[in-house]
């Protein structure tokens, strides 16, 4: 997108990682910011976007690519069925329920405005399964809330539909 002339922001967990993609970016010549994000927290999806605001303006396209596998930190004292099912709502969690909180906090501006884009980012497990439960199961859900937010759109009168779906291995629309 920055190579297209985009100015360009991006976020993750880590600061490092992200300091040095947005400077690559801004070497291609555009504007680009690092926001420090738990996608796993509505609370701060909405601090980022809002400092994306800020810094760029109204957020035109949305890539909505978090995503793999999880552990737990805090298990101690847990068994194993307690762990395992924590694990699979912590998976579903960082796979599907990241891109919801981070389509609604920007959705509702592109829809005002008439324009822009979401992209879901999803998985060959999305189509076929292979992975660990948790991960295929979200990732499914994945192409059904792309889906699902499409017609909810559409029906709103927005023809243009600004939610879609890519299989990040054949990078083939869903």
Known sequence: ????????????RTKPEIDSVANEIRSLGVNAV????????????GECVESI?????????LVNNAGGGTGLS???????????????????????FSAYRASRA???AMI?????????IGSGYAKRSGGHPA????????????????????????????????DKYATRRS
Do not use: W
């Open 53 to 61: 605001r800020s810094d760029l303006g109204e957020i035109d396209i």
């Open 135 to 166: 991960y295929t199961a979200a990732k499914h859900g994945l192409i059904g809330l792309t889906r699902a937010m499409a017609a909810e759109v559409a029906e709103q009168g927005h023809r243009q539909l600004p939610v879609s779906g890519v």
């Open 74 to 96: 805090d298990t101690d004292g847990l068994s194993k069925e307690q762990i395992d099912d924590r694990l699979f709502v912590a998976n579903v969690d960082l796979n599907l």
């Open 1 to 12: 997108m920055a190579r297209q002339g985009a100015d360009v922001a991006v976020s993750a």
């Open 34 to 45: 690092a926001v420090v994000c738990d996608v796993l927290s509505f609370d701060a999806i």
């Open 112 to 120: 005002e405005r008439g324009h822009g884009r979401i992209i879901n």
């Open 106 to 108: 920007v959705l509702p």
